[in-house]
């Protein structure tokens, strides 16, 4: 996916009135997300983002353990300027629908195996897994 297509895709789905707020978003929400994924699966996905969001994803924090659905969006909350918990969901939301989106349904079904459960929602994929 090119970089103007991902970041106009989480503004519309983010109603961010500017690209800048959707690339803030979405480097947060990548750079937690990769700090969870391994192996292959980090890889592939790395592979179907733009180059500079492909870069968050392959080089986060290592988390010291896996984060809930809810503690995944506190820590984003906490990464966002002037977030709180409502509108890092928001955030996190917009930005992992474009993901799934952009990995596609099987990749996404062996990423959300790599995450506690709970995560389909955050992808917009109920029921995944």
């Known amino acids: 996916m090119r970089w103007q297509a991902f970041l ?3 503004q519309e789905r983010g109603s961010y009135p500017s690209d800048l707020e959707a690339e803030r978003a979405s480097r947060v ?4 997300l990769g700090a969870h994924l391994v ?3 980090r890889a592939e996905l790395a592979a179907r983002l733009p180059e500079t969001f492909a870069l968050i994803l392959l080089n986060p924090l290592q988390a010291a353990e896996p984060l809930s659905p809810e503690r995944f969006v506190r820590a984003a909350a906490a990464w966002i300027e002037g977030a709180t918990e409502q509108t890092a969901a ?3 939301s917009a930005v992992l629908s ?3 989106d952009a990995a596609g349904e099987e990749l996404l079904e062996r990423v959300l195996l790599q995450l506690p459960p709970g995560y389909d929602l955050l ?3 109920p029921g995944s897994v």
């Open 90 to 92: 928001w955030d996190t």
């Open 98 to 100: 474009v993901v799934a």
């Open 123 to 125: 992808f917009g994929h």
């Open 29 to 32: 929400v990548l750079a937690l």
């Open 39 to 41: 192996g292959e699966e």
């Open 8 to 10: 106009e895709a989480v």
